[in-house]
């Protein structure tokens, strides 16, 4: 696993609840005319790909963790102020990898940029265009090491959105019980039974059995939630819920 | 666990895990580990709360269509009746509330037979394995019930040789004209489903299809160099048009049954050669027999006879 460098993750990146603050899906809402929502959809890109952009960035190009750091956010105050996101065509690509191309050919200037000036040349412009994007798109390593990134952080952000919404609704036993025994236990190879969990809380099994269901209800809504919200169409929605969860939603 | 730390590979794939677990509020289940995944469904092992027992409750991967689960329910009132010591019957049959179909089994333990080919399990055995399934099957066609999806991984084989046919869940009731309860669709699986399966043509699915599957499990249970007989029988069973194919599972039974008393199949037409030599091969003890006592005495009859040494 990637050791993390999250310090300078951006304040929408890190505010759990704010993600599916409207109804249109964030491809949506980053090409709208109203630049409140443009806003609300930037909030929601940036906060959902950041940590998959980074954390890509070194894996896929070697970076330390400060200079992913710059790289990410260079790459997204890059994109806002180029708006290219709005050249995206649902039709001919998911909206992820269209941002891994983009994001790999922004690195790549970059890094060519900075050679050029230790050879001693001027600056050259940056290019940021979709179709200048590096690498190739049917390159399905870098994909995968992406969309993996990218999922992770979709259930990290669904973990806090839980965390949320027990801590809201008075439900912290449920969470507790969701950390110990799916977080925290998941990691062990000798996890903590059900009695065991029942004994340590001092419920009965049934109840911890009960409270765990909820719990995990509420988690996969979460990341249907946000996975909605992430897709730029039904159909792509109902195909990555089938890939990443087993199955179609209604 | 802190906000900061990305949950680690392990942890992410059991939250995926959990999170496809189905939501079984509202039953008397409760899911407790999957037990296989599918393209289709995934079978989990549950526990009923109302009679207290493990159970195998498989999901089907897509909720059901409108409408599709009555007649999904008036499906499993069909399984219910196939009382039969190698049907695996469907106990129970509803939709969760995110609309995926759901059907209760009985919980069976035993390797599977693709496990038990793997493992080496000789022809003899094999033969009476597909023959136990072939008795199964017919038992089904005689309530009504096409079985659609027959193929190793359907077939259990229990700690006392016993045979269970799994996986009843897409079965088709030979009086309706849409397989497990849904529209018109392609159920089965690619190597085991008959051409009519393929094609997704529901009204052409009917006990015939199951004669080719059971083709289809004959020739996946003979390996490389299956006798010919055998090769003919399981040839005969996928004939591309149902018409070529075995009439029934009683007639395919008849002709393995056949095979293993030595006879001649019906799927292999002998001429005077084959004949001879399948006779041989059936009496190849008493052949030998024969021969060494023809020999003996013709060379009793030359050599043995007393006083002709002394001329």
Redo the contacts between chains.
Sequence with gaps: MVAEDDERIPAAAARPSAFPATRLSVCEAVRSGDPAVRRVGWDALVEAYWKPVCRYVRLRWRADGEEAADLTQGFFARALEKEFFESFDPQRARFRTFLRVCLDGFVANVRQSAARLKRGGGAAPVALEPETAGAPLADGDLDACFHREWVRALFDAAIGDLRARCESEGKRQHFELFRKRDLEAAESDAPPSYDELARDSGLPVTQVTNLLAWARRALREAVLARLRALCASEQEFRDEARALLGFTPP | ?S??????????A???E????P???GTRY?WIEPLG?GGMS?VWRARDRALDRDVALK?L???AAAGVAERLVAEAKILARLDHPGIVPVHDVGVLP???VFYVMKRVHGRRLDELVRAGANEAERLRILVRVGEAVAFAHAQGVVHCDLKPSNVMVGAFGEVLVLDWGVAKGLASTTSGGGAPMRVGTPGFMAPEQERGDSDAIDAQSDVYSLGALLRALLGERPARPLAAIAAKAMQPEKAARYADVPALLEDLARYQAGEAVRALPEGPGMKLLRLYRQHRVAVWLVAAYLVARAAFIVWGRPGREGG
Excluded: F, K, N
């Excluded at chain 2, 906000?3 to 992410?12: A, F, K, Q, W, Y």
């Excluded at chain 2, 959990?18 to 677990?21: C, F, L, S």
């Design positions: 666990m906000e900061s730390t990305p949950i680690s590979d392990r942890v992410l059991h939250l995926r959990v999170a496809d677990a939501d079984l509020s409760d995944r995934t999901v991967a897509a909720p995110d609309g995926r």
